[in-house]
């Protein structure tokens, strides 16, 4: 019996295994690029934009030990776009360091983070075929033990979808004991709310929780998180891509 497997389905099992069988340490060289060990297949309809929220000036929510959410999210963000690049996804980001992309004549700190937003909301939108996985840390002062990934979804088909899927997997991943459910994301968020590809925020711990921030300062810890977003979104690609064939 012949047993056909197609290239993305080996990816997401490369994904899926890559954390147990110590293919992170091999992955992640600090900034390294990497060669895709799978080349996309011609006419993949999709590229992901992997959005390391806030930067800069904008440092985003910050621990009790003075870790700012910016960092981790840059962290995060890196790991996940290398490994969809292995996996032979079709990746961009929208930051490779710790700046914003606001304009060049922005002045106040409020004229920089505007023109940022707009700058990812274009970026996005002029990008045929995109998906945005936009990494973010939540915080929560007032509840110092609440803790877990969570993931957020906009309006755009298929997002919903993709976010439940991403959720999932967190929970098995990192969330035992803390499980949660994707929700929609709020009005409020703009970027979210502006695209007009489909888009999923993952908020990837609480910084407002000490031994959850120490988790997601750990290299290994943000792998297995990583692997397990982007092992359902490859899940989820591969799907989309089946119903473009239809």
């Known amino acids: 019996m012949v047993i056909l497997i197609r290239k993305r389905h080996v990816a997401y099992l490369v994904l899926l295994c ?4 110590g293919l992170s340490a091999v992955l992640w060289h600090g900034n390294a690029a990497f060669t895709a060990a799978f080349a996309p297949e011609e006419g993949t309809p ?27 999210n840059l962290a995060i963000a890196r790991r996940v776009r290398d490994l969809l690049t292995f996996a032979g996804v079709p990746t961009t980001v929208t930051r490779e360091g710790d700046a914003a992309i ?20 274009a970026l996005v939108d002029e990008l045929p075929g995109a998906v945005l996985l936009s990494i973010h840390q939540n915080s929560l002062p007032s509840s110092p033990s609440t803790r877990g990934a969570q993931v ?31 929700a929609q994301v709020p009005s409020s968020v703009y970027l979210m709310k502006e695209i007009t590809a489909p888009g999923v925020l993952v908020e990837c711990g609480f ?4 031994a959850e921030t120490a988790l997601l300062q750990d290299e290994g810890y943000q792998q297995r998180l990583s692997a397990a977003v982007c092992g359902a979104l490859t ?11 239809v």
């Open 18 to 21: 890559c954390f147990v069988a």
């Open 207 to 210: 910084l407002s929780n000490a």
């Open 102 to 121: 606001y304009d060049l004549g922005s002045a106040t700190l409020r004229e920089k983070k505007v023109s940022d937003l707009h700058n990812r909301v």
């Open 46 to 72: 999709f590229t992901v934009v992997v959005d390391a929220g806030h930067g800069g000036e904008d440092g985003g929510a910050v621990a009790g030990d003075g870790t700012v959410e910016s960092g981790l």
């Open 152 to 182: 957020f979804w906009n309006r755009q088909e298929g997002a919903e979808e993709l976010a439940s899927s991403i959720q999932e997997a967190l929970n098995g991943a990192v969330n035992a004991g803390h499980e949660k459910k994707a």
């Open 235 to 245: 899940e989820w690609l591969e799907g989309r891509g089946t119903e473009d064939e």
